[in-house]
C-alpha cells in the first residue's frame, strides 16, 4: 500500500496526519480513494478539469507524475507518494 505524504496546507482535511496509507493502483486512484477517505481533498488539488493544480506536483518515489504517465502513474506496495503545493515568493 503506498504511503501518501500530507503537505501542512492539507493537514487540515486529515486531521493533522503527515502521511496516510491508501490502497490504490495508480495515481488517479489514489487521488480519488484520498478524496473519498478525507473529502474535500480534490477540490485543493484538481482543477475544475480534473486536471493536478499547476502550483501542485505529485511525485512517486522522487519522481513528478508530469514526466511519467501523470494520474495513470502506477503505485505499488511501499512507494512513497508526495503532494507538494508550488512556494511562491517574493
Same mark, same amino acid.
Given at each position: 500500500?503506498?504511503?501518501?505524504?500530507?503537505?501542512?496546507?492539507?493537514?487540515?482535511?486529515?486531521?493533522?496526519?503527515?502521511?496516510?496509507?491508501?490502497?490504490?493502483?495508480?495515481? #488517479? $486512484? *489514489?487521488?480519488?480513494?484520498? &478524496?473519498?477517505?478525507?473529502? @474535500?481533498?480534490?477540490? !485543493?488539488?484538481?482543477?475544475?478539469? #480534473? $486536471? *493536478?493544480?499547476?502550483?501542485? &506536483?505529485?511525485?512517486?518515489? @522522487?519522481?513528478?507524475? !508530469?514526466?511519467?504517465?501523470?494520474?495513470?502513474?502506477?503505485?505499488?506496495?511501499?512507494?512513497?507518494?508526495?503532494?507538494?503545493?508550488?512556494?511562491?515568493?517574493?
Amino acid at each position: 500500500m503506498p504511503n501518501v505524504r500530507i503537505p501542512t496546507p492539507l493537514r487540515s482535511l486529515t486531521d493533522g496526519k503527515n502521511s496516510v496509507d491508501i490502497d490504490a493502483a495508480n495515481v #488517479g $486512484d *489514489l487521488v480519488e480513494k484520498l &478524496n473519498a477517505a478525507h473529502p @474535500g481533498f480534490s477540490e !485543493r488539488i484538481l482543477d475544475e478539469d #480534473g $486536471d *493536478l493544480r499547476r502550483f501542485v &506536483n505529485i511525485y512517486v518515489d @522522487g519522481e513528478d507524475i !508530469r514526466y511519467r504517465e501523470g494520474f495513470d502513474t502506477e503505485v505499488g506496495p511501499g512507494d512513497e507518494v508526495s503532494i507538494v503545493p508550488s512556494v511562491a515568493g517574493g
